[in-house]
T-cell receptor, first 113, second 117 residues
Framework: DAKTTQPPSMDCAEGRAANLPCNHS???????VYWYRQIHSQGPQYIIH???NNETNEMASLIITEDRKSSTLILPHATLRDTAVYYC??????????????FGTGTKLQVIP | AAGVIQSPRHLIKEKRETATLKCYPI?????VYWYQQGPGQDPQFLIS???????DKGSIPDRFSAQQFSDYHSELNMSSLELGDSALYFC????????????????FGPGTRLTVL
């Protein structure tokens, strides 16, 4: 799986958009970009994923650059409950139980009142 | 929507004892992954099962074993527990029946916190 680089920490004011960057310059053509977050000591929570198109769901938006070497997770209106460690992961999708999630160090997002 | 269920949520054991952690995947999910998260660390992959067969293996100690049963639930058995086994243990499940565009997304359970005294 491709290696990712994320800033170790970020602050965001409550109610503002949180933009979390991720670099994955060695991503392969068949690797997806996934985002998970982990609120303190809870199970990692799936947020969103994409291959090459921008994606949006009820939680967030994912913007992937045209060359796929970087992406940005956008939380449109951050709340205090969004304070968590956010992990950007690139991995091949598929079946058979071979697609483990390899967590890096992630970005610790602190939402400030 | 149904989520991954793990039991127990908390477990306290003495050194050299054994522990069994259970994972009940999301209905119709056929693949289970186990992860270990030590204090202040990121989750690390231990082992995975697909259709009741072990499929991938990470840094799982020989003292640990796991299996997936016919109803797709999985158990992680840990013997000769050591202080360093104190950690959060997460189970995740996914489905091969989903379209590729769904990306084989893994959904994680709430975890079992194991404390070895």
């Amino acid at each position: 799986d491709a290696k990712t680089t994320q800033p170790p920490s970020m602050d965001c004011a409550e109610g503002r958009a949180a933009n979390l960057p991720c670099n994955h310059s060695t991503i392969s053509g068949n690797e997806y970009v996934y985002w998970y977050r982990q609120i303190h000591s809870q199970g990692p929570q799936y947020i969103i994923h994409g291959l090459k198109n921008n994606e949006t769901n009820e939680m967030a938006s994912l913007i992937i650059t045209e060359d796929r070497k970087s992406s940005t997770l956008i939380l449109p209106h951050a709340t205090l409950r969004d304070t968590a460690v956010y992990y950007c992961i690139v991995r091949v999708a598929g079946s058979g139980g071979y697609q483990k999630v390899t967590f890096g160090t992630g970005t610790k997002l602190q939402v400030i009142p | 929507a149904a989520g991954v269920i793990q039991s127990p949520r908390h477990l306290i054991k003495e050194k050299r004892e054994t522990a069994t952690l259970k994972c009940y995947p999301i209905p119709r999910h056929d693949t289970v992954y186990w992860y270990q998260q030590g204090p202040g660390q990121d989750p690390q992959f231990l082992i995975s099962f697909y259709e009741k067969m072990q499929s991938d293996k990470g840094s799982i100690p020989d003292r640990f074993s796991a299996q997936q049963f016919s109803d797709y639930h999985s158990e992680l058995n840990m013997s000769s527990l050591e202080l360093g086994d104190s950690a959060l243990y997460f189970c995740a499940s996914s489905s091969t029946g989903l379209a590729v565009s769904s990306g084989d997304t893994q959904y994680f359970g709430p975890g079992t916190r194991l404390t070895v005294l």
